[in-house]
């Protein structure tokens, strides 16, 4: 077989679900769906989540390419693209059967895509899934499978961090950081790689260290002072760049990833509410998604009621910045008047569709838990005088389709960096406690 000749791609139902545009991603080649997918689509049509749009898009889709050439010999999805065809119910093959039984929409999926390699021995046959348990057997039986890549990260070790150490810088330059205007050109740093808009720097030798600003407008790299958000003080150099971010007001799009412990949340929480006054409103959101996807089960009360389990750690972060703030009653009352308010607005993220997203400070806690998707519909909703900040951690996947190379957050910093009204920047250091950060980094 040539390794140009055309493939044909069997597409399991989650792929569309993750991305209903798939069609379009397979450039030159075929694309065949089992009748079961297309059933199973159909249980999807009604919702409001982003799988019900993805549904009822797709579907949508392939009705306007619908001819009766598609359940025979296919029909061209466009230019430079291949056919997309549909494959009615197969009797069980023998070696499928005799290993997986055939009532399972999974195992329709694959007995579909074994027949047709079976079939089509010219071609390479290859089901798509994002599902690892159905890659795993179609490769027992022999079959090609591969997940879905169109949106990944390739390589997480090169991800963007938002800042980078210059060592052995002269004592000059840096003493000049402290002098007025605090700001040097870039040419002074003698950097070998071109700074993006919106890195930070941090600069040091066996004297002295400073922390810049890399601003694309003047081509200067300014001063960094560790600032302070409603009594939350950095406490390290990566904490002080993401609170300068998210105090900024020229930066509109923010993302802060890093494990457990070093301070996404609360800093985002405590930038937000210094901000306070810049913005119409507050709005803290993160993903429904319960620790390694099990549901808490049936819970009394209101929506509001259900739903604080999941909301919680946004609580408890508040909560720490009520604390810091303890030496005034006033001040420290001024969280709980603005929940009561409604000027701040915890909920979750399915509770933002419909809205429109103006003169907001818009967090996304969890942001990991995102499809590219969905972290893109978010972000086309940003009206005036709207600032987003995404938060978490790359490498603590809850969503059952998504990983570290595949999730909403990765991608976005991978597409966004250089703009200049984004920054990103990776928090390395545990700053909850002693305890928190030996278990991260052991366990």
Excluded: W
Excluded at 45 to 74: M, P, Q, W
Excluded at 167 to 185: A, G, T
Excluded at 232 to 244: D, M, Y
């Amino acid at each position: 077989m040539s390794p140009k000749a055309k493939k044909v791609f069997v597409l399991d139902t989650n792929v569309i679900l993750h991305d209903s545009s798939c069609l379009y991603h397979f450039k030159e080649h075929d694309i065949a769906l089992p009748i079961v997918v297309i059933e199973e689509l159909d249980q999807f049509k009604k919702g409001n989540e982003t799988i019900h749009y993805h549904a009822r898009h797709f579907l949508r889709v392939i009705d306007k390419l619908s001819e009766d050439h598609l359940f025979n010999g296919g029909v061209s999805i466009g230019p430079k693209h291949g056919k997309l065809s549909i494959l009615l119910q197969q009797t069980a093959n023998k070696t499928v059967a005799a290993h997986f039984a055939q009532d399972k929409p999974d195992n329709k999926i694959l007995n579909a895509a074994y027949c047709l390699a079976k079939k089509d021995t010219k071609r390479k046959v290859v089901l798509v899934s994002k599902d690892v348990n159905l890659r795993m057997k179609a490769k027992a039986v022999g079959l090609v499978a591969e997940d879905y890549t169109s949106d990944y990260v390739h390589d997480i070790s090169e991800i963007y961090k938002g800042y980078r150490f210059e060592e052995n810088v002269s004592v000059e330059v840096i003493d000049k950081m402290y002098s007025r205007p605090f700001l040097i050109s870039p040419k002074e740093l003698k950097t070998k790689k071109k700074l993006l808009p919106n890195e930070y720097v941090i600069m040091r030798n066996d004297q002295k260290s400073a922390l810049g600003h890399y601003n694309a407008e003047t081509d200067q790299i300014c001063r960094i002072q560790k600032l302070s958000a409603n009594g939350i003080k950095p406490r390290n150099a990566e904490q002080a760049f993401a609170l300068h971010a998210l105090l900024n007001e020229n930066i509109k799009l923010v993302t802060i990833s890093g494990k457990a412990g070093t301070g996404k949340t609360l800093l985002a929480l405590a930038a937000a509410l210094a901000c306070r006054n810049n913005y119409g409103e507050v709005f803290i959101a993160r993903p429904v998604m319960p620790l390694s996807g099990k549901d808490l089960g049936y819970l009394p009360g209101s929506v509001t009621e259900k739903l604080n389990p999941y909301m919680q750690p946004l609580y408890d972060n508040l909560g720490v910045v009520r604390k810091e703030r303890i030496e005034s009653n006033l001040k420290s009352n001024k969280v709980l008047k603005l929940l009561e308010e409604e000027n701040i607005v915890i909920a979750p993220l399915a509770y933002i569709r419909g809205r429109s997203l103006v003169d907001i400070y818009f967090i996304v806690d969890e942001a990991q838990n995102l499809t590219p998707h969905e972290v893109k519909t978010i972000i086309t909703r940003a009206g005036e005088n709207t600032k987003m900040v995404f938060t978490g951690d790359i490498f603590q996947i809850d969503h059952p389709y998504l990983d570290t190379y595949s999730n909403g957050l990765s991608y976005l910093i991978n597409k966004m960096q250089g703009q200049k009204i984004y920054t990103h920047i990776n928090l390395e250091k545990g700053e909850r406690s002693q305890l928190a950060e030996l278990a991260s980094n052991l366990l």
